[in-house]
């Protein structure tokens, strides 16, 4: 386990957090951000301070009137590769933030993408509150499209959520040249855009546009 790594590692995973939590369109003044940073051993102080800082920074950022209540660095020697974890939790007056997410009694969606008639990519989509980042992702992403489909842009901008029987688009706060449209409707963070049987996702960048087609279906008994 390299410090280096663990930094980069962290300042993906709390800027994809912010993001993916600030697209649920909730009030984040007043939330209470708690994160476990647990490493295979004990880390150095330059890089803890980095850490909170890092932590403090993109919250104050991404997430208007939150704060970062506490930061723990517990170490556990059997942790497997790469030899972090990260766990971050919300507390708000809201139930929804401060219970943990949990499966919900509803069927899985299979949102199935297409870039012209070569490549499909099938994801499956379990019921939960909590949105997950569909891309071309940095490092160990949610629902990562290839790395080689460089027509798509970097970074979990797209996000899906299969919530109380229907699957909604939203679009994270990250890179914002890139104007994301959902069946003719722009994304914006905090708007979420419920998804067709099947439909267009349109990213564009200035005057470049790619088009991607989707297809949803169920698996159980979804009404």
Known sequence: MHERDVRHAFR??????CNLH????????GLRVRIVVTTVRTLTPETVQWIHGTAQDHVRNLL??????????PVATGLPPPGHRFD????????EDTQPLAAEDFS?????????????????????AHWLAVG?????????????????PRGPLLLVRNH?????????????RYRIRVDGVDLHPGGPVGAGAAGEIEYHDRDAVTVLRYHVDWEGNHV
Do not use: H, K, M
């Open 136 to 152: 071309r992702l940095p490092g160990p992403g949610q629902l990562p499209l290839p790395a080689y489909a460089a027509w798509l």
């Open 12 to 17: 993906e995973a709390i800027e994809t957090w």
């Open 64 to 73: 208007p009137g939150a704060d970062v209540q506490s930061i723990g660095f």
């Open 22 to 29: 600030n697209a649920s369109g909730r009030d984040t003044r």
């Open 108 to 128: 899985v969606a299979v949102l199935t993408l297409r870039y012209d008639r070569t490549f499909v990519w099938p994801c499956r989509i379990g019921a939960a």
């Open 164 to 176: 109380r029987g229907r699957l909604d688009f939203a679009r994270s706060g990250q890179r914002p």
């Open 88 to 95: 971050v939790t919300s507390g708000t007056p809201s139930a």
